[in-house]
């Protein structure tokens, strides 16, 4: 969210608006739900009135998408080190970095609980937040099949949902980084060799 950013009647942004907003959100949304949680409240909680969120947001799914991604910073880089696993890590790193609190962890709960009371929410999450953390997945297969490192055959689309729900279930269920770490090898390895190790396979070009 650019802090930059005007609204439609030509007034500044506010950045104490803005974060008043999103911390009221989060807020209320740990508090009493997603069902239960109004605009008009959100409004109160943060000190604004309610036309200041609607110049900001078309509607409540949008305003809590952003406040829940507020929560884990700005968007790293894909990398580009020449090496998938290296590439992989590098990712992984980034995502447990943002996730692996107690804050990332609750976040992450309510953004499951929100998903699956609210398909629009679900929805406006997926396009906005999801889906380039997927499309980031996407190049670094292509890379990896580019150099050899991955085959051809391999399903992009699966291998990229079978990495990022793997992803998913390690941050909410392995409690260190070293055993995220290896979960996610085990999965890919599975994936594109048929083999259950943890281990660095060896890229195709080499054999």
Known sequence: MSKSTK?????PR?????QAILQATLSLLAEVGYQSMSIEAIAARAGVGKATI??????????????LESQFGEEEPIPDTGNFWQDLEAVIGNVIEATLTDLG???????????????????IYYAKYIAPHRDALAVLFDRATQR??????IDAEFFVDLVASSILYAIMFKPTLSTIESHIRRVVNLAIQGQDTA????SRVEE
């Open 148 to 153: 050899g490192e991955i085959e051809r055959s």
């Open 199 to 202: 281990e660095e396979p060896r």
């Open 14 to 18: 506010s950045i104490e608006a803005d």
């Open 54 to 67: 609607y110049r900001r947001y078309s509607s409540k799914e949008e305003l809590v998408a952003d406040a």
């Open 7 to 11: 609204s439609g009647i030509g007034r």
């Open 105 to 123: 962890r609750q976040t992450i709960a309510l953004i499951i609980s929100t998903a699956s009371s609210s398909p629009q929410f679900a929805q």
